[in-house]
Nanobody
Framework: QVQLVESGGGLVQTGGSLRLSCTASGRTFSNYAMGWFRQAPGKEREFVAVIRWRGAITTYTDSARGRFTISRDNAKNTVYLQMNSLKPEDTAVYYC??????????????????WGQGTQVTVSS
């Protein structure tokens, strides 16, 4: 069993930055793929970024590429999402997710096995 806890959300102005953190407890996730998803009111959950358990292989949704960076510190059981040049359309609840089959990466939410509670990110214009 894995519990994921996000932190780092908040209110920022357009063009600002935030760094989200997700820390796992109950089990290490060194062999998991770790992803970030987001969901705005009235919209479906959207893939943001994912990092494979080994090799620093990452992928991003088009709107995040070049602005967001996903990274992980397996020794600390923590994954990060550095968000720069934030826009109002980035406003959403951001969720950390873990996928047990960490050798492959996925953009599909239902393929992930564990989820955090979400942290609110609000970008004002």
């Amino acid at each position: 069993q894995v519990q994921l806890v996000e932190s780092g959300g908040g209110l920022v102005q357009t063009g600002g930055s935030l760094r989200l953190s997700c820390t796992a407890s109950g089990r290490t996730f060194s062999n998991y793929a770790m992803g970030w998803f987001r969901q705005a009111p009235g919209k479906e959950r959207e893939f943001v970024a994912v990092i494979r358990w080994r090799g620093a292989i990452t992928t991003y949704t088009d709107s995040a590429r070049g602005r967001f960076t996903i990274s992980r510190d397996n020794a600390k059981n923590t994954v990060y999402l550095q968000m720069n040049s934030l826009k109002p359309e980035d406003t959403a609840v951001y969720y950390c997710a873990a996928k047990r089959s960490g050798a492959t990466i996925s953009r599909v939410a239902r393929e992930y096995d564990y989820w955090g509670q979400g942290t609110q990110v609000t970008v004002s214009s």
